[in-house]
Each structure stands twice: as C-alpha cells, then as structure tokens.
C-alpha cells in the first residue's frame, strides 16, 4: 500500500493577492457662486494691454468727478471718486428684434456668494432718429454686470448715511410707493476719450463736447427690476438660477437698470446713431453713480466703471 504524502512534500500554491481597492471618487465641484453668460461676452484687458480691441478693461473710479459736500447746491463742489462699491465682472454685446428687458434672468445672471448683481442693460436702436414716431424697437444691448462683494452689502445694512446708505435705499425700494424718488437719482458718466479720432459733424461733436464727462440721469428713460436669485438645484437640468421677487423675509440680490435709449431726445439719438458706426475706432469710459444731494448722502461714490477698447457692434451675438 502506498502511504499519504507527508506534508512537507505536498506544494501547496499561495493564492493570489487582492486587487487593489480602487481610488475613492473625487469630490464633487463646489457649486458656482457667481452665474454669468458667455453670450457675446466681451474680452476683458488687462489695465495696462496695449491696443486692445473687442475688449473692456477695469478703470479707476477717481476719472470720475462726483458731488462732494458740503451744502453742494451752493458751493458746486466734486471731487474724483473714492473707490467704487462694485467691481465690473462682465460685458455682453448682444442684438435683438425688439426691446430686450429683464436680460439678467434671460442670461442667466446672478450670484450666490452674498454679493449683489447690479446688471445696467443699455438698449440702443440700430435704426436712424426721426422725430416721426416709430414701430421699430430693435437694437443692440450693451450689458455690464457689476458685483458689489458682500462685505459692502453687509455695509449697507448698518450705514445711516453716505453712499451705502443710498445703495440700499435703491435696491430695497420695489416695495417702496415712493420708490420713484430714488430711482430718479440713478446716473450715468460717459466719457469718449479720443473725440478726435471720433469722425463726427459739428453737430454731432458739440453735443458730445457738453456732455462729455458729465453725469446724466437715466430718468425717465429707464426701467428698474429687483430679483432674488436662487442657484439650481446640484444634478438639475438646467444650469441656470432661478428668480423670484423679493418680499418681506427675503431682498434681492439682483438689481437691473434697463436704460431705454430708444426713448432719447432726438438730438442725443442723432449724436449716439452717428458714434455708431465709429465704435470701433473709439475708447469709451462708462461709470454709475446714484446722486446724493444732501448733506449727509455726500460725497458720492462711483457704483462701477469700465473702459471700452474698439468694440465692432456689427459683431454683437444675437440675444
């Protein structure tokens, strides 16, 4: 009879090592804060970029004077703007067939940081002036996103007097019957730095000339939207917030001012139809400012400003 092998002489085959456990899933990405579009976005510059063109660039709010106290119906004093509450974060140049309002929600803007978005939508017509009324309503929009960060918002909130006290009575007034008397404050600087290379009519220039650098207030030619902006659900079909009014428990946190310039005096649209065609050729300096006049609201501080480099509006993205 054969006799079972002895252990030592049987091979016993070692078993193969586990596979090794795969790598943890990375984390998902943080939910955007800040929703813009790339719909027509303009190229932003940097400040010292040489020759920019298609472009817009940060700027120095103290190019713009502003009203300081005190009791400045007498004494007519500015001074260059201290720095601005908001800083510009986005340019779209867009083209539509009729008036385009409300384009914050139809871009899908907004934030979710704390900040607040204040959008200003210029609706320019891309047709000539006539003192005859007119059916036509389409255009090109200019749209400059400012983000006012929210340590600033958070200033708003305890100020009583000045500049942050003024932006919060602007952007809480929707509920407001008197609303009108702060909306009618808000103001536009435009500044065209090389008039000369600009091209225009007499006309057209000297129109330019008394107005150039001076604030002009958009009232009444203007719209005014308030908007609590709510960030998309994560895994939701669409990446774009949604909107809701705001009440009595929840303030916006979006602010548009849609400046009609369909309805400007004839002269100011024959000047800005004839800039038209030249806006390639030209560098534009846009800043906002909602204006004081008493004492206590003095001095004034620039809302937001940007420079423009040679934007061909024939290249504007339809909306």
Same mark, same amino acid.
């Given at each position: 009879?054969?006799? %079972? %092998?002895?252990?030592?002489?049987?091979?016993?085959?070692? *078993?193969? /090592?586990?596979?090794?456990?795969?790598?943890? %899933?990375?984390? /998902?990405?943080?939910?955007?804060?800040?929703?813009? *579009?790339?719909?027509?976005?303009?190229?932003?510059?940097?400040?010292?970029?040489?020759?920019?063109?298609?472009?817009?660039?940060?700027?120095?709010? *103290?190019?713009?004077?502003?009203?300081?106290?005190?009791?400045?119906?007498?004494?007519?004093?500015?001074?260059?703007?201290?720095?601005?509450?908001?800083?510009?974060?986005a340019v779209n140049l867009l083209r539509s067939s009729s008036k385009a309002t409300n384009v914050a929600m139809a871009l899908g803007l907004g934030s979710a940081d704390g900040s607040h978005i204040f959008v200003v939508n210029f609706m320019v017509p891309d047709y000539g002036p006539s003192m005859l009324s007119s059916d036509q309503t389409s255009g090109y929009n200019l749209v400059m996103t400012i983000q006012i960060p929210a340590d600033v918002m958070d200033g708003t909130r305890r100020a009583t007097s000045g500049s942050l006290a003024l932006l919060r009575r602007f952007i809480t007034a929707h509920g407001n019957p008197q609303k009108e008397q702060i909306y009618n404050r808000f103001k536009i600087i435009g500044k065209l730095v090389n008039l000369d290379e600009a091209g225009l009519g007499s006309t057209e220039a000297g129109l330019v000339k008394k107005y150039n650098a001076k604030p002009v207030l958009s009232a009444p030619q203007h719209f005014i939207f308030h908007h609590v902006c709510t960030p998309p659900q994560p895994g939701s079909a669409t990446a774009k917030p949604s909107y809701s009014p705001p009440n009595a428990r929840t303030e916006a946190n979006l602010t548009e001012v849609d400046v009609d310039v369909h309805q400007f005096g004839l002269i100011a649209r024959k000047a800005i139809h004839g800039l038209l065609p030249r806006v390639g050729k030209l560098v534009l300096e846009l800043g906002f400012v909602i204006e004081a006049q008493s004492d206590n609201e003095m001095p004034e501080v620039i809302l937001g400003a940007a420079r423009f480099h040679h934007v061909d509006i024939s290249r504007a993205a339809p909306l």
């Open positions: 009879d054969l006799e %079972p %092998p002895s252990a030592t002489s049987v091979a016993v085959e070692a *078993s193969p /090592p586990p596979p090794p456990a795969p790598p943890p %899933p990375p984390p /998902p990405p943080p939910p955007p804060v800040l929703f813009l *579009s790339s719909k027509g976005a303009l190229t932003q510059a940097s400040i010292d970029a040489s020759h920019p063109s298609q472009a817009w660039s940060l700027m120095n709010s *103290s190019c713009f004077s502003v009203r300081t106290g005190p009791d400045y119906k007498k004494a007519k004093l500015k001074a260059p703007s201290g720095p601005a509450l908001g800083n510009v974060i």
